[in-house]
Nanobody
Framework: QVQLVESGGGLVQAGASLRLSCAASGLTFRYSAMAWFRQAPGKEREFVSAITWEGLNTAYVASVEGRFTISRDNAKNMVYLQMNSLNAEDTAVYYC??????????????????WGQGTQVTVSS
C-alpha cells in the first residue's frame, strides 16, 4: 500500500519560510519521480516543482523559481520543499505526488499515480 504523508505546513507572515516534507512508503521510491503540487481555493491544482528519481534534475513553475527548492533523500524515502520569501499567492494546500518508474520531471497531474492528503500553507500579508 502506497502512502505519501506531507507535513510542515502552517500559518506564516509574508516573507517567511517553511519547509514541507513528504514521507513515502510502499513504493520503489528511489526510482520514482516526485513532485509538489498546490491547490488554492476555487482554483485548479497546479504544478509547483518536480525532481528526478536520482535527484539530479529539478523543475519549477515560474512563480516560485528562485524562492522554492525541491530536494530528496532516497535513503530516507523523503522529499522536501524549502519555501522562502513566501507571499499571499502561495497560500494553498500543498500535495506530494509520486510517479513510479517515470523519468524526467513531469508537470501534469495525470503523470502521477500516487498523492498525499495535502498540507495547508497560509501566508498572511
Amino acid at each position: 500500500q502506497v502512502q505519501l504523508v506531507e507535513s510542515g505546513g502552517g500559518l506564516v507572515q509574508a516573507g517567511a519560510s517553511l519547509r514541507l516534507s513528504c514521507a513515502a512508503s510502499g513504493l520503489t521510491f528511489r526510482y520514482s519521480a516526485m513532485a509538489w503540487f498546490r491547490q488554492a481555493p476555487g482554483k485548479e491544482r497546479e504544478f509547483v516543482s518536480a525532481i528526478t528519481w536520482e535527484g539530479l534534475n529539478t523543475a519549477y513553475v515560474a512563480s516560485v523559481e528562485g524562492r522554492f527548492t525541491i530536494s530528496r533523500d532516497n535513503a530516507k524515502n523523503m522529499v522536501y520543499l524549502q519555501m522562502n520569501s513566501l507571499n499571499a499567492e502561495d497560500t494553498a494546500v500543498y500535495y506530494c505526488a509520486a510517479a513510479p518508474t517515470r523519468g524526467g520531471t513531469p508537470r501534469r497531474t495525470f503523470d502521477y499515480a500516487y498523492w498525499g492528503q495535502g498540507t495547508q500553507v497560509t501566508v498572511s500579508s
